[in-house]
């Protein structure tokens, strides 16, 4: 569903009017920008109620139980089965903004200016954010994955595809219209073979004409520039090969390795042919690893010398550590090289299956700062281990109830403050706009925010397709 533009003009502004700075205006123009940039946050469940809320507060979605069919005799009493849902607490701990200063003599600017110049890169930003930040959860559902890290290419596409669709049947997805989220990487992959571009295949002229890669085996085919894209050959790694000449069947969780100079640690992460796991034990001969131990096991088997490549892990850097909730940028230390923008993120060195797993997605990150889809779940403390996920490309599908994406409004400044604001709401949204006069710097200060908090709601409603 896309705003009524007529609704957002229901203010009429001169081009060179004072009042242009109507908070209303801006508030109505920046959320039907957001609405039309937003790719994933516009396919998971999103909860809104028009309540005020602050930054902490708590709500309580609903996750809906399954039902289970049951037969019946004649005389038989139908099998009655509760109607309940679970609650499922969000915490509204994402306070999204941007702010910008407009300066005077440009507040004679036409509306239209005003609104390229300053709303729509703003918003965009803020959509980009709002859609890393529901991306970022792919991390959750990496154990329910299809294909290998690496191994994407036009002649692997379709067998790719037709594996992570046997593995949404195998998770008792219903049968709706998946999408299937994929990073420009993963797209030229899948457009290089005919399935999506050969017009008998394709289906439709729009695949030819726009690259618009539409319905295959029942996922809806979506490209973002915001899906994780880890390049290969720029983290610390070691790298090493499955080291048995018969080699091991899934299942496996402890292989025998070589080629290893030095040794890996707990908690690192592991591509073992190109499947992403967490080291749990490793063994060493003359000081180079020789075996290691890795959840989750692996869900196919590989061969004698496929390759093995553990990512060398950096420290969290604050003598005070983070406390849960810590929702800013993280100090870490020890890396050589800074982590990507959609890796995956632990710091936990005796890994065990139920452990927080983030995605880096702010783009200020360097080898001393990091930013995560979410706030810390658990404290962390100095020298931590930052352990980063292996490089490939991950496309993410999911059914709208595996996600929770809480936005509230914020509350309108206190009278008397000298602010002018607005807070508008619609289709499960919400943007405030509040604009003050800086006398220092001469100029109008505008301010566009919302509160959100995000949470996996059903970790068997989404997959991972590596590549």
Not at 189 to 197: E, G, N, Y
Not at 276 to 298: D, K, S
Request: proline share 4%; aromatic share 8%.
């Amino acid at each position: 569903m896309r705003f009524n533009k007529t609704f957002l003009r229901s203010f009429t502004v001169y081009a060179n009017d004072l009042d242009a700075f109507i908070p209303e205006f801006w508030a109505q123009e920046a959320l039907a920008v957001l609405e039309e940039s937003l790719v994933a946050a516009n396919l998971v469940h999103r909860d809104f109620e028009n309540t005020l809320a602050q930054m902490g507060d708590t709500v309580n979605c609903r996750r809906p139980n399954r039902f289970e069919p049951y037969r019946k005799d004649l005389t038989d009493n139908v099998t009655i089965q509760d109607a309940t849902a679970v609650n499922v607490p969000v915490k509204l701990d994402q306070h999204v903004h941007t702010s910008f200063l407009i300066r005077d003599g440009e507040e004679s600017k036409s509306m239209t200016d005003l609104i390229d110049f300053y709303i729509r890169p703003a918003v965009q930003g803020m959509a980009r954010w709002t859609d890393r930040m529901v991306l970022g959860q792919y991390g959750q559902f990496v154990k329910n994955s299809a294909g290998k890290l690496g191994g994407l290419t036009g002649s692997t596409a379709k067998d790719y595809i037709i594996a992570a669709r046997k593995k949404a049947e195998d998770l008792l997805w219903p049968d709706e219209t998946r999408p299937l989220i994929v990073n420009p990487d993963a797209e030229a992959a899948l457009l290089s073979t005919d399935l999506f571009v050969s017009s008998e295949k394709a289906g439709n002229s729009t695949a030819l004409e726009s690259a618009n890669m539409g319905r295959k085996f029942g996922f809806q085919f979506l490209q973002t520039q915001q899906m994780g894209n880890i390049a290969d050959g720029v983290n610390t790694t070691k790298g090493g090969a499955i080291n048995n000449a018969s080699g091991y069947p899934a299942g496996t969780g402890t292989v025998t390795v070589d080629a290893f100079t030095g040794a890996v640690a707990n908690g690192e992460w592991v591509s073992v042919g190109g499947h992403p796991a967490r080291i749990t034990a490793h063994v060493e001969t003359l000081g180079n690893t020789t075996q290691i131990t890795f959840i989750p096991v692996l869900p196919f088997a590989v061969a004698d010398n496929d390759v093995v490549k553990s990512y060398t892990a950096g420290a969290v850097n604050n003598a005070a550590g983070y406390a849960a909730g810590w929702s800013k940028a993280i100090a870490v230390d020890t890396f050589t090289v800074a982590p990507q923008v959609g890796q995956m993120v632990t710091f936990i060195a005796a890994p065990t299956a139920s452990d927080p797993i983030y995605t880096v997605i702010g783009k200020d990150v360097s080898t001393t700062s990091i930013t995560l889809d979410r706030p810390l779940e658990a404290a962390i403390a100095d020298n931590a281990t930052v352990n980063i996920g292996p490089a490939g490309d991950y496309s993410f599908s999911f059914m709208r109830d595996a996600i929770a994406l809480v936005v509230r409004p914020l509350a309108a400044p206190k009278a008397g403050t000298g602010a002018r604001s607005a807070v508008v709401n619609f289709n499960g949204l919400s943007m405030r706009a509040v604009i003050t006069y800086n006398g220092d710097k001469q100029g109008h200060l505008v301010t566009l925010d919302f509160l959100a908090g995000i949470k996996v709601l059903d970790s068997s409603f989404g997959l991972v397709m590596l590549g």
